[in-house]
T-cell receptor
């Protein structure tokens, strides 16, 4: 069975600092990987996804993530945090075979951006 | 504008009452999902449907029921058998085949007292 671990339920950074949100997965085959963002009392919005090909994936709002098979990781980064980045971020994984119902979410990391 | 709508945004009910949450999508997606979100727990799958008139239990289906009579609609009923129904409920949809990303509605916050 697949699983996703997000290290750190809360991360705090200063405005302009690097954002690094960690995600590790366990899967017997290289999976599809996703990052979602959720603002308070709203639904989830897809930030970026990795399926195949280039391992460095760029998403919306200046975020990017790198798939590292050897480390089973898919960490999310942004060079310079903005106040508007304050939200909760979810990493998710699904197998390359099988149905969409197998999308598994991590427990989320809440990002705080300090002025 | 294509997307998923959930109504209402906030819902209050008394204990012992059934309540139905609405989810409609105009993305022409075959698959639809219901998730429950509690603080610090991430998203937990309640039910999903990949085709009209068919649906499957997810990880926490007890105390919930669904129907899928139309491709666009996937209502969720929270029954009185659900022991702890107060939560944020999210509906999502996706194509069945492909990269499997799911698109989410804005959510319904249900409070039962």
């Amino acid at each position: 069975a697949q699983s996703v671990t997000q290290l750190g339920s809360h991360v705090s950074v200063s405005e302009g600092a690097l954002v690094l949100l960690r995600c590790n997965y366990s899967s017997s085959v290289p999976p599809y990987l996703f990052w979602y963002v959720q603002y308070p009392n709203q639904g989830l919005q897809l930030l970026l996804k990795y399926t195949t090909g280039a391992t460095l994936v760029k998403g919306i709002n200046g975020f990017e993530a790198e798939f590292k098979k050897s480390e089973t990781s898919f960490h999310l980064t942004k060079p310079s945090a903005h106040m508007s980045d304050a939200a909760e971020y979810f990493c998710a994984v699904s197998p390359p075979q099988g149905g969409s119902e197998k999308l598994v979410f991590g427990k989320g990391t809440k990002l705080t951006v300090n002025p | 504008d294509g997307g998923i709508t959930q109504s209402p945004k906030y819902l209050f009910r008394k204990e012992g009452q059934n309540v139905t949450l609405s989810c409609e999508q105009n993305l022409n997606h075959d698959a639809m999902y219901w998730y429950r979100q509690d603080p610090g727990q991430g998203l937990r799958l309640i039910y999903y449907s990949q085709i009209v008139n068919d649906f499957q239990k997810g990880d926490i289906a007890e105390g919930y029921s669904v129907s899928r009579e139309k491709k666009e609609s996937f209502p969720l009923t929270v029954t009185s058998a659900q022991k702890n129904p107060t939560a944020f409920y999210l509906c999502a949809s996706s194509i069945v085949f492909g990269p499997w990303e799911q698109y989410f509605g804005p959510g319904t916050r249900l409070t039962v007292t």
